[in-house]
């Protein structure tokens, strides 16, 4: 019984730690995804007559579920006309920072409404915001989703030497 016990304790904090380490690791996932998104979004602008809402039909079948939720959002923005706001933007998207938030909402309030040339602009500027973005989120995803996942185990494990 008491190995048990030991097992569901270390578990328990063991499956903690992970899931504070994932979201390390959907931030990492959030960039690549949106990445990926502006370099075929730059490619269709600039060599296609695609609309905007043909471009994200197919963006919303591809990518983690932040990355789904965001195109989701912003679909339903334009679909019921409503004006895009950081709330209806980023409605059940929690990883982000405030700052990414306002970078990503400042390109998407303006998606559409440019030239073709300043809309490239436009979809380079956040490219490179989100390249250093991405290489953040991966340093953090290395350091501290490995840290959390492990100290999980450990306090599992602590815990479960000082209860018995």
């Known amino acids: 019984m008491k190995a048990i016990l030991l097992i569901l304790i270390i578990s328990m904090f063991g499956v903690i730690g992970f899931g504070v380490a994932g979201s390390y690791?959907?931030?990492?996932?959030?960039?690549?995804?949106?990445?990926?998104?502006?370099?075929?979004?730059?490619?269709?602008?600039?060599?296609?007559?695609?609309?905007?809402?043909?471009?994200?039909?197919?963006?919303?079948?591809?990518?983690?579920?932040?990355?789904?939720?965001?195109?989701?959002?912003?679909?339903?923005?334009l679909n019921d006309n409503l004006n895009i706001s950081l709330d209806n933007l980023f409605y059940d998207i929690t990883i982000l920072t405030n700052e990414?938030?306002?970078?990503?909402?400042?390109f998407?309030?303006?998606?559409?409404?440019?030239?073709?040339?300043?809309?490239?602009?436009?979809i380079e500027l956040l490219e490179s915001k989100c390249k250093h973005y991405f290489e953040t989120a991966s340093e953090d995803a290395k350091k501290y989703g490995e840290l959390y996942s492990k100290l999980g185990l450990i306090v599992g494990a602590f815990v479960a030497l000082v209860v018995f």
């Open 25 to 77: 690791f959907e931030r990492k996932r959030f960039f690549f995804n949106l990445l990926e998104f502006l370099k075929q979004t730059k490619s269709l602008v600039g060599f296609s007559s695609t609309k905007l809402t043909e471009i994200l039909n197919k963006q919303s079948y591809y990518g983690d579920k932040h990355f789904k939720r965001l195109i989701k959002n912003y679909m339903s923005v």
């Open 108 to 122: 998407f309030k303006g998606l559409g409404m440019y030239d073709q040339t300043t809309q490239i602009k436009q």
């Open 100 to 106: 990414e938030k306002q970078d990503i909402f400042s």
